[in-house]
């Protein structure tokens, strides 16, 4: 579950699931444990502890599944998005709504169709922001948009139709309403004005991802994890001030300091040269993807590719030392091999109309994207082409049975299951060059 604590400290809000049902206990002890789909629905509910008084009571009844939630400023109420359960297949039935804290009354605030959640007050508590599709019925592949709403009802206001991504509410504060989204292979805070909708990127340097970002009570300091493709997560905290150079007094990010230094205990690591890449698609579409490369690459050699392909399909890889998890990539590169992880249409940070073009062409255009970025490598002469020293590793998911209809077509492609790689030896070892480019 979540928990939050009211802005007065006297309070606690939080979720928690209710428990097993008699009969169902009854019968894993009899049958062992398994789930009945769309049977055996646990809800979950919101509670407040008092911790003067440490009594906890439930503010929602058992009718639907609480998700997220925020305090009012005043600490007298509570808005939370909910839904008919926790099925996957009911997210779009998301609404929100508020509960006054006092008396467990509960009033509607938002029911359009489709997705509406997050809910995030505004600093005066006369507002609330929060992510929808405003009633978009394709809100499984379209951007998500963050809107607002007067905290006593009314008709939303969109305030990012001009951000072509997915908006991920952070804070709202004095100085801006705070989001995190993806930018291609990289990641940003972003504040947006409610009232002029103008919206700023707060980021140290383009080459950013930038992930866990807490906002103090006034708006004026963030604290954030950074990375970027030589070194790995670090804490920052900076100031927002006005950006360089903004004529309307846009916030940008000033006095960015680094608190920690975990990279200073990964310099003795083996490690890889990370780059961005791009190509032109089967259909002229370009698709980026990053490349793992020894750090004594040479374009005149010969390398062994292996390619690791991304779940989702709205996932995305980034060029972020040691990040890799499936695939043993931070083994194999210093050994010689070049990866690329392709981030091909769908993937998340490109926009709408890339993620569209894997509508009704799922496993065709996305393997096109992949087989092109291959294509694009071989072109540029330091890919060796010997027989098996081309690797894929899909993930086993749908698209993984689309997929392998192409890629078994291509004589010079090895398709390799992804379990098959914790196979792996550990890292000190001295592997024979048949294994490091996966061979049996």
């Not at 070194?231 to 950006?243: H, L, M």
């Not at 070049?338 to 769908?346: A, D, F, I, S, T």
């Not at 078994?408 to 792996?424: A, C, G, M, S």
């Amino acid at each position: 579950g979540r928990f939050a604590w009211s802005s007065d400290g006297k309070r606690l809000a939080y979720t928690a699931t209710d428990p097993k049902s008699a009969a169902v206990k009854d019968r894993e002890k009899k049958y062992g444990e398994f789930q009945i789909v769309d049977q055996d629905q646990r809800m979950t509910r919101l509670f407040v502890i008092d911790l003067a008084t440490r009594i906890a009571r439930a503010l929602t009844p058992d009718a639907f599944t609480v998700g997220s939630f925020a305090w009012s400023p005043d600490a007298l109420r509570i808005a939370f998005d909910h839904r008919v359960n926790n099925s996957p297949a009911s997210s779009g039935s998301a609404d929100i709504s508020i509960v006054t804290v006092a008396d467990a009354s509960l009033r509607k605030l938002v029911t359009q169709d489709g997705p509406d959640t997050n809910p995030t007050w505004s600093p005066d508590g006369s507002q609330i922001a929060f992510t929808t599709s405003m009633a978009n019925p394709n809100y499984y592949y379209t951007n998500p948009v963050i809107a607002t709403v007067p905290a006593g009802g009314g008709t939303p206001t969109v305030v990012t139709a001009s951000f072509d991504e997915n908006p991920s509410i952070v804070a709202w504060k004095p100085a801006a309403l705070f989001f995190s989204a993806s930018q291609r292979t990289w990641a940003y805070l972003y504040g947006v004005d409610p009232a002029s909708r103008t919206v700023a990127r707060l980021a140290p340097t383009d080459a950013s991802v930038m992930s866990s970002v807490s906002v103090s009570k006034d708006g004026s300091t963030v604290a954030f994890l950074a990375a970027d493709p030589k070194t790995v997560p670090e804490v920052y905290v900076a100031n927002v001030g006005t950006a360089p150079g903004s004529a309307r007094g846009r916030p940008g990010l000033q006095s960015v300091k680094k608190l920690t230094s975990v990279n200073e205990q990964t310099g003795a690591w083996a490690t890889s040269a990370l780059e961005v890449v791009s190509w032109k698609s089967q259909d002229g579409t370009t698709v980026e993807g990053v490349l793992h490369k020894p750090l004594d690459f040479d374009p005149s050699h010969k390398y062994p590719l292996l390619v690791v392909i991304h779940g989702g399909p709205t996932g995305v890889s980034r060029p972020v030392p040691f990040t890799s998890a499936t695939y043993p990539i931070d083994v194999w590169v210093p050994r010689g091999v070049l990866v690329l992880e392709p981030n091909y249409r769908g993937s998340a940070g490109y926009g709408e109309a890339f993620r569209s073009l894997n509508v009704r062409n799922l496993g065709v255009g996305d393997a096109w994207d992949v087989l092109a970025g291959i294509d694009a490598l071989i072109a540029k002469g330091f890919i060796d082409l010997e027989p098996g020293r081309l690797h894929l590793g899909v993930p086993r998911d749908a698209r993984r049975c689309a997929l392998q209809s192409h890629f078994r077509r291509r004589r010079d492609l090895r398709l390799d299951d992804v379990l098959r790689q914790h196979r792996h030896p550990p890292v000190h070892e001295t592997v024979p060059e048949s294994d490091a480019v996966g061979g049996s």
